[in-house]
């Protein structure tokens, strides 16, 4: 399955978007032209694979409903009310338990807007990206938000120039409007206009290491799937208004095969292991992909791997539940 939420950023649009390129879009070289090419047979292929994995659940949903159709008709009237109580039983405390574990995320996200580390996905770049890049954002959205939820001390959210093509996207998503996250139409410069000063654009191009997190700081990713083609533009945009700006401290970590360009969720949640590590180390080992990082490195940390290699295929799944 190819990862919505990779490094690498491969598309999770949908499958009828064509893979136009934006006309502001520098010219694309032979090798970008065969990765396009590549990823358009890939979406033509992706529609018959959603409506196989359709069939599928629904033989297993029929499949399912005849077998307990059969033990019913297989036993006496007691113990057929005895198994469809126990079943209504089964299925009452799975609800309750969900909705417990709601409340219980809900009330760690609300603390969080009190407390939290504020980390804001800045959505203006929505006129850069083309349909399937923006579909594949809104899954790394669904799944920063998802971690986010999780976490025994969560962060403070915010998607900030939420509007436009991003908002609409955004809110085709099943529940996003209860979502516990800050949803600002406004961009985050005019947000946070009172406090400039504490605003830290994190970009791969950056100077400045990232050493620390500071709760009174801002830290703000660049809500952009791009394939690296807009190499450079959120640090261009960091400079231009003025605010500070930092990189991940990855080199000081690990060697990684290409660059240290991450993607969203990435960035996001290794901000929230190291919130809770407060261990750069093992945040970077434990979300950055395997594919991603030397041979000398795979070595040295294969048993930590193992769990990671799970998280990720959960993450890159487009069906990652928000609840
Ligand atoms: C896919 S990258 C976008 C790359 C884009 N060309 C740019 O100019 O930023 C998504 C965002 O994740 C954050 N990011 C990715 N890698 C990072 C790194 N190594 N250090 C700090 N931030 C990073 C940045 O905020 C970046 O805008």
């Not at 694979?49 to 009237?77: C, D, G, P």
């Not at 009190?114 to 996905?121: A, L």
Request: charged share 35%; with cysteine; net charge neutral.
């Amino acid at each position: 399955m190819t990862e919505t939420t990779g490094n690498d950023q491969a598309t999770s649009g949908n499958p009828t978007d064509a893979i136009a390129i934006p006309a502001a879009s520098p010219p694309l070289s032979k090798n970008a032209q065969k990765k396009l090419l590549k990823l358009q047979r890939y979406e033509e292929k992706k529609a018959e694979r959603k409506a196989f994995a359709k069939e599928k659940k629904q033989k297993e949903a029929e499949r399912k409903k005849r077998e307990w159709e059969e033990k019913l008709s297989s036993v006496t009237e007691e113990e057929k009310t005895k198994l469809i109580e126990s079943r209504k039983e089964l299925r009452k405390e799975r609800m309750d338990k969900r909705s417990e574990e709601r409340e219980k995320k809900m009330e760690r996200l609300n603390k969080a807007k009190e407390v939290g580390q504020k980390i804001v996905v800045d959505l203006e770049f929505s006129h850069l990206m083309n349909p399937s890049e923006i579909s594949s954002l809104v899954q790394q959205i669904m799944y920063c938000y998802a971690v986010n939820g999780r976490c025994a001390s969560p962060c403070h959210l915010w998607l900030t120039g939420c509007e436009g093509e991003m908002e609409s996207q955004l809110l085709k998503l099943p529940g996003f409007d209860k979502w516990c996250i800050e949803k600002e139409k406004q961009s985050y410069i005019e947000t946070f206009q009172d406090q400039k000063e504490d605003l830290v654009y994190l970009t791969a191009d950056a100077e400045t290491v990232l050493e620390d997190l500071d709760l009174k700081k801002i830290y703000i990713i660049g809500g952009l799937v791009d394939r690296n083609r807009w190499k450079g533009l959120t640090m261009k945009k960091a400079n231009e208004q003025g605010i500070k700006s930092a990189k991940l401290p990855i080199g000081s970590y690990m060697k990684m095969t290409s660059s240290q360009v991450l993607t969203v969720n990435q960035v996001v949640e290794i901000l929230l292991k190291y919130l809770e590590t407060n261990d750069w180390q093992s945040s970077f080992f434990q979300v950055i992909p395997q594919r991603k990082r030397s041979e000398t490195e795979e070595k040295e940390t294969e048993g930590e791997d193992s769990e990671r290699k799970k998280i990720c295929t959960e993450g890159s799944s487009s069906e990652v539940t928000v609840t």
